[in-house]
């Protein structure tokens, strides 16, 4: 899928439609963020769900803090 608008994602969540979101551990924004461009959408929804969100720790599926690849996070309870 796309990198869907902050809109969009704030429509999803409020649907029900999506609950959790995994942000890359290194900020890295896959193919536009190699090319040297920057995905403004992209910054747009790590910022609503470092803000709205709730980090999900790893232990709570089994994973650890080690080697860890990005964060797992929750909206609402």
Do not use: I
Not at 44 to 69: E, H, I, L, Y
């Amino acid at each position: 899928m796309p990198t869907p608008a902050p809109d969009e994602v704030k429509r999803l969540v409020s649907e029900g439609e999506l609950r959790f979101v995994l942000l890359s551990a290194d900020g890295r924004q896959g193919e536009a963020q190699s090319q040297g461009h920057r995905n403004t959408a992209v910054d747009a929804v790590r910022a609503w769900v470092n803000a709205d969100c709730t980090a999900v720790p790893a232990t709570t599926f089994g994973g650890n803090d080690k080697n860890v690849q990005g964060t797992l996070y929750r909206y609402g309870d």
